[in-house]
């Protein structure tokens, strides 16, 4: 939106880009009058849509809409924000063909008797053709009109009305009129094909009309300077979103493992529904059991990681030796080291020390919720190399733990880690990791739910190849494992 916007044009959701207007007549009965978009060339019956928007996304868009005019450079940028309103009227002339063709709930809705809706049709289509008129040649006015409503409880934007004609464009395989595709839009756009389920011809039409690079969020940072959190989680939600409904397993793939990697607020301990009113939007609770899934993978991934050094901190605590130095092997070595150890995670957050009092616990901040795992195995990397003397050179955890990490990562580079759109509409029993993972009282004590990590594991050659199938075998074992024993067989 620039200097060159001009009244009438189209506001698209939440970004704040013009569409041009298109033709409409009116139908002047009842008390107001109502803008009649003709979609398509053989409109045989009109669809009487209710936009209604919240106060709450009315400002958000206008805030939305004029922050993006004013870094277009616009000079007027008060101009350019949208008349937006809580509620919109607009007519469609669309063909019931189409609609029943390629929208299960049109088709359902529109020849189900027992539905008002059909009656209507047939009856309005009879008296038409009783005059010798075809219904897609008649008067707007003697066309029978459906009436439907739809409000923003799961899209969050303004400006659906455009969308919807969009979605209407596409049934009647006509390309849509937007003119910068955009997240937000797609969103929008995917949420309303699922309500009116003709996801099929909308996916069709993402692959090949509506082609656009969808943005990256990898490299962004999911909090600002200030600690503010940024878009990045709500745009790498949509993705998820868009790519579910619609059917995109490669972008699927992708989103779902970067969610996982670098967490998400909602997944915090102490989040509470409540007191967010931003997080409403239908991406913000992922559909069809993907949203716990997706958590409770990233929850067995930080369980395997932090049980590294649980176990190194347990050895070096234990009575048993750690000492590697032969006859000359020293307790004092095993307390420097463990000593050294505790100061080395507390200084990087990774270790928070607690008492027995309650109010201890308050100390601990929320650090798992959004910490990207990348980082965390980096920072665990590293760990210096302590020796007591120059003779203890050997001594310290940082030698045993790099194969383990190492070991980690080739687990994380397994397509297992993401969610495979096939796998979770078709066995989703057999993919989930909640279901692969024991149960709560077999988690101790039972030695066939304990992972060992032997000397072959950290020797194999297989490990270097990112993406293997023996990979992806494991990975679910490995992270769903009731413990971890990270010391290799003497």
């Known amino acids: 939106m620039g200097d060159d916007s ?17 033709t409409s007549t009116s139908h002047g ?31 958000k868009s206008r805030k939305e809409a004029l922050a993006a005019a004013r870094k277009a450079g616009s000079a007027a940028a008060a101009v350019a924000v949208p008349d937006l309103k809580p509620k919109v009227k607009v007519a469609y002339r669309v063909s019931l063909e189409a609609l ?39 008067d707007v006015r003697d066309l029978p009109w459906i009436t439907i409503a739809d409000d923003d409880e799961a899209t969050k934007a303004a400006g659906r009305e455009h969308v919807f004609e969009d979605m209407l464009r596409i049934i009647h395989q006509e390309p849509p009129k937007v003119p910068r595709v955009t997240m937000p839009y797609l ?36 909090r600002d300077d200030a600690g503010r959190p940024t878009d990045v989680e709500q745009v790498l939600r949509q993705k998820i979103l868009v790519s579910w409904l619609l059917g995109q397993p490669l972008r699927l793939h992708h989103a779902t493992r970067e969610l996982i990697m670098r967490g998400s607020s909602r997944w915090s301990t102490f989040y509470d529904a409540g007191d967010s009113e931003t997080m ?56 420097f080291q463990l000593g050294q150890l505790l100061r080395f995670l507390m200084s990087k957050d990774l270790l928070f020390l607690v008492d027995f009092s309650p109010s201890s616990l ?4 929320d650090t798992t919720s959004t910490v990207d795992i990348h980082e965390l195995l980096a920072t665990l990397r590293q760990c210096p190399s302590y020796q007591v003397d120059k003779h203890h050179a050997n001594c310290g955890p940082r030698i045993r733990v790099e194969p383990v990490l190492d070991f980690i990562r080739a687990m994380l580079s397994a397509n297992a880690v993401s969610v495979s759109l096939a796998d979770w509409k078709r066995r989703r029993e057999d993919v989930s990791w ?3 993972a024991p149960a709560a009282e ?3 004590g039972d030695e066939g739910r304990t992972f060992k990590f032997t000397r072959a594991l950290s020797n194999d050659q297989r490990l270097r190849m990112e993406g293997a199938i023996w990979v992806d075998r494991m990975a679910t074992k490995f992270f769903t494992a009731g413990s971890w024993d990270w010391t290799p067989e003497a």
């Open 280 to 335: 409403t939007a239908a991406w913000w609770s992922l559909p069809d059991g993907l949203e716990h899934e997706l958590q409770y993978r990233r929850e067995c991934i930080l369980d395997a990681i932090s049980s590294v050094q649980r176990h190194f901190l347990r050895l070096y605590s234990s009575r048993e030796r750690q000492c590697k130095l032969g006859y000359d092997s020293s307790a004092a070595c095993d307390s």
């Open 362 to 365: 308050e100390s601990v901040p």
């Open 434 to 436: 909640e279901a692969a």
């Open 29 to 59: 009965g009842g008390e107001e009058s109502r803008k009649v978009i003709a979609v398509g060339s053989k409109g045989d019956i009109v669809l009487d849509v209710t936009f209604e928007t919240s106060s709450s996304t009315l400002r």
């Open 100 to 138: 029943k063709k390629h929208s299960n709930y049109f088709a359902n809705l529109l020849s189900n008797p027992h539905f008002r809706e059909a009656k209507l049709i047939a009856d309005a289509h009879e008296r038409i053709k009783a005059r010798g008129t075809r219904p897609a040649e008649a």
């Open 187 to 222: 969103a929008t756009l995917a949420i309303t094909a699922d309500r009116f389920d003709c996801t099929t011809v909308v996916s069709h039409c993402l692959n090949k009309e509506l082609k656009s690079k969808w943005p990256v969020t990898s490299n962004r940072p999911m």
């Open 442 to 444: 077999e988690r101790d």
């Open 6 to 22: 001009v009244p009438g044009d189209r506001y698209c959701p939440d970004d704040g880009s013009a569409v041009t207007g298109a």
